[in-house]
């Protein structure tokens, strides 16, 4: 068995440490904001509590700085904090948060959203991608009067139990029982099981890219798309696209113009508010009556600052100086192919004493100078190398990288990467 190096010198400095210590106390742990929790890389590789974002960059509750890669796991593509995005949220905010009746930003940001995804015929907002994706699940099945959807195994759709790709054993277990999972990229499977089982599938729930931990993220081959045209076509299954982590990365007017389809539902979220919580439920006019149907609605989906946010995201990003470079390394606007998205890290993802340790200056802080972590602080890029795949990666680094001169830390990818 082979044991990960771990470095001697703490990550956390003592203000981290005594918020570790009471984090433990007052949080369940486990499962819950495993994401978010430096514990998902194993703690002592990251620090564990942020204060303070700018740009690119993050400051640690102990006055460290670090070069942040992972943009808050998706939401920030502009960077923390972006002037013209934080501005449009604080006019937003000076003159109301929520209401007891619609705020006009509501119709605004969502009109803004449908110019861009043009055959699309209504849209919702919400504040989480899970929301979306599962409402979009439920137009599904409202609309074809059938049970069952289609995922693929291991995808991640939110947090919903209805679409959870590993409930614990028990009871939670049989929520999940009308979501049939088959292999991605498998066509032939695909096929088989609708030819048995397609007058029960209301939809399939599709993620752009095959993105999971501690395995290479991959893209839908053309023969994977065709067949699931083809069973759409035969069967009148909806397509559901998952656009919550890949949305605007992939392609700026949605990941299903590099993958070739025309979806019937577009879920998004993550980066839709640049770090403001909204998320997006778009769906054709032929699903409307459908959607009508439906009870949704919760208190805070209503709060206006988020939807001021994501309506100036959708201008400024489509406007960015380095908007061609950024099409460049996620896809071009002519071509409906997938980019071939590879992981930051190989597949083995143990750090070992034997991987070279990158050498680089310290950086200073408000507190001391703090030295580059070692090759074990690294080991959270691989665990996050479904997250993070190159579009991704290299997107952020060509909006947020500014200067010849970077912090000594980074979050989500080695040091010796070449940008």
């Not at 990251?46 to 700018?54: E, K, R, S, T, W």
């Not at 001021?308 to 192919?337: D, K, Q």
């Not at 950086?363 to 070692?374: D, L, R």
Request: overall charge neutral.
């Amino acid at each position: 068995m082979t044991i990960p190096y771990r470095d001697p010198s703490p990550i956390d400095g003592p203000v981290g440490a005594d918020l570790w210590e009471r984090a433990d106390r007052a949080l369940p742990g486990g499962g819950v904001y495993f994401t978010r929790s430096a514990d998902m890389s194993g703690r002592g590789v990251l620090p564990g509590f942020i204060a303070a974002n700018d740009g690119c960059r993050v400051t640690d509750v102990d006055g460290r700085e670090y070069i942040d890669f992972l943009g808050a796991n998706g939401p920030n593509i502009l960077g923390y904090r972006h002037p013209e995005v934080e501005a449009a949220a604080d006019d937003m905010r000076s003159r109301i948060t929520t209401a007891s009746l619609f705020p006009p930003s509501l119709v605004e940001v969502v009109e803004r959203l449908l110019q861009t995804w043009s055959t699309m015929g209504w849209g919702l907002v919400a504040k989480s991608g899970s929301e979306v994706v599962t409402l979009g699940g439920r137009v599904a099945r409202q609309h074809t009067q059938r049970p069952s959807l289609v995922a693929f195994e291991h995808s991640y759709h939110g947090n919903d139990p209805e679409l959870a790709s590993g409930p614990p054993t028990g009871p939670l277990t049989t929520l999940t029982d009308d979501v049939i999972r088959l292999p991605w990229n498998d066509p032939q499977r695909l096929i088989d099981y609708f030819e048995i089982h397609g007058a029960d599938i209301a939809g399939i729930i599709l993620n752009p890219l095959d993105q999971r931990p501690l395995v290479q993220t991959t893209e839908p081959t053309a023969e994977f798309l065709a067949a699931i045209e083809q069973v759409r076509e035969r069967w009148g299954a909806l397509v559901v696209l998952d656009d919550v982590r890949h949305g605007f990365r992939l392609h700026p007017s949605g990941s299903h113009r590099q993958l070739g389809i025309e979806p019937d539902l577009i879920a998004l979220g993550k980066a839709l508010g640049n770090g403001h919580s909204i998320s997006a439920l778009l769906g054709t006019e032929e699903l409307r009556t459908a959607a009508r149907k439906i009870m949704f609605t919760s208190t805070y989906m209503f709060v206006a600052p988020p939807m001021a946010a994501a309506a100036a995201m959708a201008l400024v990003l489509p406007n960015l100086p380095r908007r061609p470079r950024l099409c460049r390394v996620g896809v071009t606007n002519e071509s409906p192919r997938i980019l071939s998205a590879r992981p930051v890290v190989p597949p083995d993802t143990e750090v070992r004493t034997a991987m070279p340790r990158p050498t680089i200056a310290a950086v200073k802080t408000t507190q001391s100078t703090v030295t580059a972590p070692s090759s074990s602080r690294l080991k959270f890029c691989a665990n996050l190398n479904s997250f993070i795949c190159s579009s991704n990666f290299r997107l952020l680094s060509s909006i947020l990288l500014t200067g010849p001169s970077l912090p000594t830390r980074l979050f989500g990818l080695p040091l010796w990467m070449t940008l």
